[in-house]
């Protein structure tokens, strides 16, 4: 079997698929926080906190109710998404005009009251959630050995950034995120109800989350600072990408994901830090994100 | 000073108001703006309303839609009182708005930009009607909306309120910064709208191309309206409408 550089495949593609893997929560989180960006101009801290009460509502329904994971998939989205909305309609609303660091300070409350509840609750040594029956084993390449749960995640996170990115640009009712991203008081003055969307915005943001958290419970364990832990790189993907861009977002993380990889292959080392760097990079040649636009 | 009767139409059309406006006050902030605005517009009517700079004609249509943050007054359209409604609640009531930097938005096409504002009644222009009027913009549907020349995001911007249903057209100075052929074409296009039964209210800071087109002219000034002149009367008028405007 060949070698790259000194590196047997199977410990290559090993990391390219772990990349991917973070890669396709990456894209999924900072996709969430694009759109709730885009539209709010809120910078929602709360978001990781949001991801893991997806992955607690999927583990909820396994353990107290016995709804299998497929129904948790779409339910923890829906449940945690209602939550945001009324968040969004009883808190966030009222900070609609005052400068993006209220938000991010409320959002930032909001996170550490939701970690500090489920902390008090389950403790946070992690709770085990199984991958669901269909998707265990794994195939092998030849190459490497796929698990078949880590393909879905890559292939569920594909499909679901694709279709959001298709709503978003393709979409009538995207036409109108859009304008009332651009210019909200003149597509109000259109007839078209804002307040609404930027509600709905903040609950489809904050249901994306939720999804990453249930995709990510088999995988991680499912603990209260599974977010937390996260959170901090998906901001560094959302900066890299351009805040509020959509597409950027989502070619930002899996790219990331996948060079966070393949540095733990090349240089392990630098992995914990590589996004920081390219952050750093990107924000000196380009501050407004390599897809985000110059105002 | 402007009385009751002057502020009427007086024209054949002097049927109740489609729209009627008393004692408009309006605020940017801590900046009191307009000072009691008084005025009505009848159905199928275009009015204009001139005056100079800062004078509070773009605030007075800002205030009929209801963009402006704080104003008090009454402003009812088809009798029915909108000071208090929300501007997507009064849009829905039948009036289309062209802002004075004319609102194309950068992140839609031109079909998307077009095909933008939802319809608020029946009755509104269908794509290819829109197109008869405005033929550039057929050729560039999937082009940026602010990649349009001048003229054609004004094209844009009127043809997008024409596919509602609005019946009452605010349009902010619709022929600022174009080349005198393209205000050629606008002057032929709201000429057809007010032959078709649109009511507009233009504000114009030319007004020879108001002349043009308007029935009546409203003169603001200082947040207030001082008069009212018929178009038919401009000529008699034209020295007390050069002092008013500074011209």
Redesign the interface.
């Given at each position: 079997m060949f070698e790259l550089l000194g590196i047997p495949p199977q410990a290559l593609f090993g990391q390219v698929l772990l990349g991917l893997i973070n890669g396709s929560f990456y894209a999924i989180l900072s996709l969430g926080l694009a759109v709730i960006f885009g539209l709010l101009n809120i910078i929602n801290f709360a978001h990781g906190a949001q991801y893991m009460m997806g992955a607690f509502v999927a583990w909820m329904c396994l353990n107290y109710f016995g709804i299998n994971y497929w129904a948790a998939l779409l339910l923890a989205p829906l449940i945690v998404g209602v939550f945001g909305v009324i968040i969004e309609r009883v808190l966030i609303a009222r900070l609609a005009n005052l400068d993006h660091l209220y938000g991010l300070l409320l959002t930032f409350g909001l996170a550490l009251i939701i970690q500090g509840l489920f902390r008090n609750q389950y403790g946070s040594s992690g709770l085990p959630y199984q991958i669901p029956p269909q998707l265990t084993g794994g195939q092998n390449l030849g190459f490497m050995f796929l698990p078949n749960y880590r393909a879905w995640v890559i292939a569920a996170s594909l499909v679901v950034c694709l279709a959001t990115w298709f709503l978003i640009e393709k979409t009538?009712l995207g036409?109108?995120l859009?304008?009332a991203?651009?210019?909200p008081?003149?597509?109000?003055?259109?007839?078209?109800?804002?307040p609404l969307l930027v509600t709905l915005t903040y609950g489809f943001g904050v249901a994306l989350a939720a999804f990453a958290g249930v995709l990510a419970a088999p995988i991680y364990s499912v603990n209260p600072n599974m977010g937390a832990d996260l959170i901090i790189v998906v901001f560094a993907v959302v900066v890299i990408g351009g805040m509020g861009s959509i597409l950027g977002a989502i070619i930002t993380g899996f790219g990331l994901g996948l060079i966070e990889g393949l540095t733990k292959v090349f240089y392990p080392e630098a992995a914990a830090t590589v996004i920081f760097i390219i952050m750093v990079l990107v924000l000196l040649v380009k501050p407004a994100g390599l897809f985000g636009r110059t105002t | 000073m402007l009385t009751e009767t002057t502020m009427k139409p007086t024209s054949a059309t002097a049927a109740a108001p489609l729209l009627s406006v008393r004692g408009l006050e309006a605020w940017y902030g801590e900046s009191h703006v307009l000072h009691g605005i008084d005025f009505d517009v009848a159905p199928g009517e275009v009015v204009t309303l001139l005056g100079r700079n800062g004078a509070g004609k773009t605030t007075t249509l800002k205030s009929i839609i209801g963009i402006m943050g704080k104003r008090k007054g009454s402003i009812k359209l088809e009798g029915k009182e909108t000071i208090a409604l929300p501007s997507r609640a009064i849009a829905r009531l039948g009036i289309g708005f062209v802002p004075e930097e004319r609102g194309i938005y950068a992140s839609l096409n031109v079909e998307e930009n077009l095909m933008l504002p939802p319809q608020v009644k029946p009755g509104g222009l269908s794509l290819e009607q829109i197109f008869e009027l405005f033929p550039n913009l057929k050729e560039r549907l999937k082009s940026q909306g602010t990649k349009l020349s001048g003229g054609e995001q004004q094209m844009l911007a009127i043809g997008r309120i024409l596919r509602t249903g609005a019946n009452l057209l605010l349009l902010d100075e619709p022929t600022e910064g174009l080349a005198p052929v393209i205000i050629e074409q606008i002057g032929r296009t709201i000429s057809k709208l007010k032959r078709e039964g649109f009511t507009i209210i233009l504000v114009e800071q030319n007004f020879r191309f108001a002349a043009t087109v308007a029935d009546r002219h409203y003169v603001v000034e200082q947040g207030k309206v001082i008069d009212m002149i018929p178009n038919q009367e401009l000529d008699q008028n034209i020295d007390k409408l050069h002092s008013y405007l500074g011209v």
């Open positions: 009538r036409a109108y859009r304008a991203t651009e210019n008081t003149l597509t109000q003055a259109f007839g078209i109800n804002v | -």
